[in-house]
């Protein structure tokens, strides 16, 4: 429909469909101004100017089907022509796919990727992904990581599944196992119940352990024991930003190469080993698949670095 087409010069009205019901206002903004930076969307939202049946909104607010959203107007012409994914990306891409069927794809992250284009970072995964695969014209995120977290990430092929997977998720039924390496870990398993308060310290965005947070719960169990260093496995009861590295850091063993929330000390084992990267991975998800009812279960490979960095610590130990 012609006013679905955002405009540079005109304020455009666009009707939530069935696809879209239940999509957070940001992510629906960032697919529909396609090239707009995220801090320019975010700013419009808290400005005003973007309306929900007339109503100021939050950039949280979830959509429902036959919303009406005003758009002002706004310059998408970065848009115009898709981003440019190198052809190294691309290989790389193209191989960390570790399933797929008709609505689903999962990839194994690299680490330093960020999943979304924006706040300085031009090219994120899904903008890559609708490059590489021009055919598929509903690729949306299913959930998020960290930019410098690898690992396991679900994205769907069809807006009618994205919704499933995260009712799915919503109520508990995606199990979501990482690994990290950490120093400090004592004993065999530990729960951190500790909520978590998202705050602003500039342009930096930092979480910290607060009673006015979210309720957030990480249980941790013990791989193995390294030199000076311990490989454990984080299952997310909860999923909020920074949750396990801040769970970490609170619990007294702070993630390797965590330049937000690790320590120095672990800064230099890393330089020591001449490797640098954060030390968390999600490893495994494992779901009822929506469709089917089939249980699903992935395990993503490490990465070179993480594997060089377990193998010095463990032939350190030995």
């Known amino acids: 429909m012609p006013n679905d087409a955002p405009a540079a010069d005109r304020v455009s009205f666009v009707t939530i469909d069935e696809g879209r019901h239940g999509q957070r206002l940001d992510n629906f903004l960032f697919t529909h101004l396609k090239g707009v930076p995220k801090s320019r969307i975010y700013r419009i939202i808290r400005s005003g100017e973007v309306r929900v049946n007339k109503g100021r909104a939050k950039q949280t607010t979830r959509l429902s089907s036959g919303d009406v959203v005003r758009i002002p ?47 300085g970072v031009s090219l994120g995964l899904i903008e890559a992904l609708r490059v590489i695969y021009p055919d598929e014209r509903e690729l949306e995120l299913v959930h998020r990581l960290d930019r410098d977290t690898s690992g396991l990430i679900m994205v769907a092929r069809r807006r009618s599944f994205l919704r ?51 309720p957030s719960i990480t249980h941790f169990r013990m791989i ?27 619990g007294g063993f702070p993630l390797l190469g965590d330049d937000k929330y690790g320590t120095a000390k672990g800064a230099a084992l890393l330089e020591q080993i001449g490797r640098r990267r954060l030390c968390l991975h999600a490893r495994n998800l494992t779901f009822p698949h929506p469709d089917t009812g089939k249980q699903i279960s992935v395990t993503a490979p490490l990465d070179e670095d993480f594997e060089a960095i377990l193998g010095t610590l463990r032939k350190g130990k030995g």
């Open 73 to 119: 107007p706004i310059r998408t012409s970065e848009s115009d022509a898709p981003p440019k994914v190198s052809d190294g990306l691309n290989e790389r891409l193209s191989r960390a796919c570790v399933y797929e069927d008709a609505n689903l794809f999962i990839f194994n992250k690299p680490s330093g990727l960020a999943v979304h284009g924006g706040s």
């Open 164 to 214: 499933k997977l995260q009712r799915l998720m919503q109520s508990g039924k995606v199990e979501k196992r990482y690994w990290l390496i950490c120093q400090g870990f004592k004993g065999s398993e530990r729960t951190m119940e500790a909520p978590l308060l998202k705050m602003q310290n500039g342009n930096e965005r930092i979480v910290r352990v607060s009673r006015e947070g979210k």
């Open 224 to 250: 193995e024991r390294l030199q000076d260093a311990q490989l454990v496995e984080a299952l997310l009861e909860t999923g909020r930003t920074h949750q396990i590295r801040v769970h970490s850091q609170f």
